[in-house]
């Protein structure tokens, strides 16, 4: 019978055990859910339960310790503490959250005391060794601020030890942190001049701080701006991994990951951001312009809309609602879209009122259907919204070109240039542009300009057979400046590719001339005229050539067809008249020397010339009057003995 008693009791009071035990878990899994949501008086309501059915239960007392922490109750949170260590007066951990709550208190003896307990269970305790030398450095206790720090950084490199170290102390910053620092501020301050210093000196800051997260992230965008997305993602990475809560390091990897047109693993990164920082719109904002990039207009416009259901006034919402509508074509609606952002005005530092990309694409569209008139306005609508924007312009090029050319055509220079300019800055290699600016600059005799413009297009296709003019031009002013082998490749080269060119063979012969070889000379003036037979300024040249050689009939039958092809040029009746006077033909001699005084009366050789005829016609005074004037005019030549 007593057996059968004692078991009877045995049971009943296993049934209250395990009863009591199922409901202490529910209430700690209750509290547990309150705690996460940071519902900490009903987490602490729950704990409080639980350690009612169960006193010993020094999870529950950590538990609502931490809770009471968080709700800056200390005093409870103290005594919740001080049973927790009373209960399991060897658990480092213990010790360590203690710890932590003293020195948000600010009782940092208690703190380091504490601490020090932690240590002396756990000796390897690497976060409490840290922690305790960043509590020495807010007392100013800098040589144990510093071994602490030291102590936990050769236990364990991938400690965050390196992470904070100048919180630490003011001392120790000074000592150990203040290098990669001065590197690290130095890096910023060339980023924008210099990327590939600014690079070196984030590199060097690593070195003396592995664990500088802010640096790699900082190396990570100057590498972005330099073309090295591999070197930026790794980059990232690691700061990702140094500092693992940081939002704008995943957006970061992700723009990267996204140009590389890596869309999933971009948007792994957004997402992340989002998730830790859910109020900042710009992780939100760049997950968005993902899924521009991956043409997912449905999903964007969905998501748009669903946000402007529930605030209205969302500029970023029309955005980038207005962005699906341009990716779609639509641009009256994209319009409405983009006005309701300019009349928003978000504060944010993003310009959201830039129509330019608008007008930028609905540009393209007119482009693409010949529209070139209507693709010009929305290209200067693009540029006076945002006159320093980066976008692409290549395919703009074509309508400045073509109305370029039309302006060229109708002598309006000036507006062409215009135009024209605008095409070799969206498409620097547009040669045809530089050989039009080339003409237009040599119409308005603009010379340098027309210099620059043509050597560039020969440059740029230097075997284009429609570039013979602009050879002919530097071969010409090669000339003038005296650089008579260049000026000879040029003009070959023109005459290479545009065999008929008779200028060119005229400009090769002086040249030539210039050079010494007159027979070539001679060759090249009997090309052009035999290419052009009206073509004066050969027949004056080669007439100058055969008066030189003595071949006094073929000169002045050169100079009598310049004549009757130039009859306003002094200089060829001049020639002319000397070689009738040294063939005795004074009457004809000073016809052409009066005809050259009456187109230029101040041709002081002609006056002189004319004064030897009247000499030897014995006419003395008209010579003398002649001599006299002369040397008036140019006191180099001499008035001859006996006329003085």
Not at 45 to 68: F, G, H, M, V
Not at 212 to 227: D, K, V
Not at 538 to 567: H, M, T, V
Request: charged share 25%; proline share 3%; glycine share 4%.
């Amino acid at each position: 019978m007593k057996t059968r008693k004692t078991l009877f009791f045995w049971m009943l009071f296993m049934l209250f055990t395990v009863t009591a035990h199922s409901q202490d878990t529910k209430y700690l899994e209750r509290a547990e859910k309150y705690k996460a949501q940071n519902n900490c008086e009903s987490a602490i309501s729950e704990y409080t339960k639980a350690i009612e059915l169960k006193p010993d239960n020094s999870n529950a007392y950590l538990a609502r310790a931490e809770c009471y922490e968080m709700i800056d109750k200390f005093d409870l949170a103290n005594a919740d503490y001080l049973k927790v260590i009373l209960l399991k007066p060897s658990d480092p951990v213990n010790y360590f959250k203690r710890a932590s709550a003293y020195e948000k208190q600010g009782k940092y003896d208690l703190a380091i005391a504490d601490y020090t307990m932690a240590i002396v269970y756990k000796p390897k305790y690497v976060e409490a060794i840290y922690k305790r030398g960043i509590v020495y450095g807010k007392l100013g206790k800098s040589e144990l601020a510093k071994s602490d720090t030291l102590r936990a950084l050769k236990m364990d490199k991938s400690s965050i030890a390196w992470l904070n170290l100048a919180e630490s102390s003011a001392n120790l910053k000074t000592l150990y942190y203040k290098s990669a620092y001065n590197d690290f501020t130095a890096a910023k301050d060339l980023a924008e001049t210099s990327t590939s210093k600014a690079i070196d000196f984030y590199t060097k800051a690593i070195k003396t701080n592995p664990y500088y997260s802010e640096a790699y992230y900082e190396r990570g965008l100057a590498n972005s701006n330099y073309g090295d997305r591999d070197q930026a993602i790794a980059d990232f990475t690691a700061a990702i991994g140094i500092n693992p809560e940081k939002a704008e390091y995943y957006v970061k990897r992700g723009s990267v990951y996204q140009k590389n047109q890596n869309y999933d693993t971009a948007l792994s990164d957004y997402n992340k951001a989002i998730q830790l920082s859910p109020t900042d719109e710009f992780p939100f904002s760049q997950k968005l312009d993902c899924y521009i990039a991956m043409k997912k207009y449905d999903l964007v416009q969905a998501e748009c809309e669903k946000i402007i259901q529930a605030k209205a006034d969302s500029a970023i919402a029309y955005y980038f609602r207005g962005r699906c509508y341009i990716g779609q074509e639509k641009f009256d609606v994209a319009m409405v879209d983009y006005n309701k952002v300019v009349q928003l005005k978000p504060k944010n530092s993003f310009n959201f009122g830039d129509y330019a990309i608008l007008f930028y694409n609905r540009g393209k569209k007119y482009i693409s259907q010949g529209k070139n008139d209507l693709a010009i306005d929305d290209y200067n609508q693009t540029i006076k919204l945002n006159p320093n924007s980066k976008l692409n312009f290549t395919e703009f090029a074509k309508p400045f070109f073509n109305r370029g050319n039309k302006y060229s055509n109708e002598g309006k220079y000036d507006l062409a240039n215009n135009d024209l300019n605008l095409v070799v800055k969206f498409t620097p290699n547009q040669a045809d542009a530089y050989l039009r600016l080339g003409r237009n600059y040599l119409a308005q005799k603009k010379f340098e300009a027309c210099f620059t413009n043509y050597k560039k297009a020969i440059e740029l296709k230097p075997d284009n057979p429609y570039y013979a003019e602009a050879y002919l031009f530097l071969g010409s002013v090669n000339e003038s400046q005296g650089k008579h082998d260049v000026a000879l490749t040029y003009l070959t080269k023109a005459i290479q590719y545009k065999p008929g060119y008779f200028e060119v063979y005229f400009n090769r012969g002086i040249v030539y001339s210039s050079l010494g070889n007159k027979d070539l000379s001679l060759a090249d003036y009997n090309k052009a005229v035999e290419l052009k037979a009206d073509y004066a300024e050969p027949y004056f040249n080669r007439g100058l050539l055969y008066a030189n050689q003595g071949n006094s009939d073929l000169a002045k039958s050169d100079f009598s067809k310049f004549i009757e092809l130039k009859p306003d040029y002094a200089g060829a009746y001049y020639s002319r008249g000397i070689i009738y006077g040294n063939q005795g033909n004074y009457d004809l001699a000073i016809s052409d020397l009066n005809k050259c005084l009456e187109l230029n009366p101040k041709e002081a050789n002609a006056l002189y010339s004319r004064g030897v005829i009247y000499a030897k016609q014995n006419k003395t005074d008209l010579a003398k009057t002649d001599f006299t004037a002369a040397n008036k005019l140019n006191s180099n030549i001499p008035i001859p003995k006996g006329f003085e």
